[in-house]
T-cell receptor, first 113, second 113 residues
Framework: GENVEQHPSTLSVQEGDSAVIKCTYS??????FPWYKQELGKGPQLIID?????GEKKDQRIAVTLNKTAKHFSLHITETQPEDSAVYFC????????????FGTGTRLLVSP | EAEVAQSPRYKITEKSQAVAFWCDPI?????LYWYRQILGQGPELLVQ????????DSQLPKDRFSAERLKGVDSTLKIQPAELGDSAMYLC???????????FGNGTRLTVT
């Protein structure tokens, strides 16, 4: 089955810096890669996703890149703000009709003012 | 914005007792998922419903866990008997279509003593 690895487990940056979180996956059939942000005491919230027919996707300060050959994808946050502090999860799914998301282990991002 | 509703938010129970969690998905969402999230880890799929039918329960410990979605709307996840290792956050998610992004509720945090 699918295995998703995520690095780093913790990331501390200064406000205004960029943050990059990387994930690798094992199943070449995976074709959907979402990123979720989870704040304390809340459920994961989708912040951006990408499908395997696209190499990069941007939404304001957030971007995701996908390298299908190398089986890795990354989340890029520019101009970080204290409110970006949270745990971020990547996930992968081989969409064979129904989604079956396999999540990474999470990255705790701390943005210091 | 519509949300996935879950209750209770917190539950403390003694081992060997029965416990149940409830989920009401976003209106019109036919696909419903239950995930378990152990502290410090990513969510793991327990069971997936399409309307009232189970699509995937391969990861559900069926000796003690059960899930139902009788009318294809809200759903209940039950554990009987609870064990110490069941302490976790139980998350419900729903999607309108099979390949749509998952929307998560805020979960039920279970502590088994």
């Amino acid at each position: 089955g699918e295995n998703v690895e995520q690095h780093p487990s913790t990331l501390s940056v200064q406000e205004g810096d960029s943050a990059v979180i990387k994930c690798t996956y094992s199943d070449s059939a995976s074709n959907y890669f979402p990123w979720y942000k989870q704040e304390l005491g809340k459920g994961p919230q989708l912040i951006i996703d990408i499908r395997s027919n696209v190499g990069e996707k941007k939404d304001q300060r957030i971007a995701v890149t996908l390298n299908k050959t190398a089986k890795h994808f990354s989340l890029h946050i520019t101009e970080t703000q204290p409110e970006d502090s949270a745990v971020y999860f990547c996930a992968a799914s081989a969409n064979t009709g129904f989604q079956k998301l396999v999540f990474g282990t999470g990255t705790r991002l701390l943005v210091s003012p | 914005e519509a949300e996935v509703a879950q209750s209770p938010r917190y539950k403390i129970t003694e081992k060997s007792q029965a416990v149940a969690f409830w989920c009401d998905p976003i209106s019109g969402h036919a696909t419903l998922y239950w995930y378990r999230q152990i502290l410090g880890q990513g969510p793991e799929l327990l069971v997936q419903f399409q309307d009232e039918s189970v699509v995937d329960d391969s990861q559900l410990p069926k000796d003690r866990f059960s899930a139902e979605r009788l009318k294809g709307v809200d759903s209940t996840l039950k554990i009987q008997p609870a064990e110490l290792g069941d302490s976790a956050m139980y998350l419900c998610a729903s999607t309108r279509k099979q390949d749509s992004p998952l929307h998560f509720g805020n979960g039920t945090r279970l502590t088994v003593t």
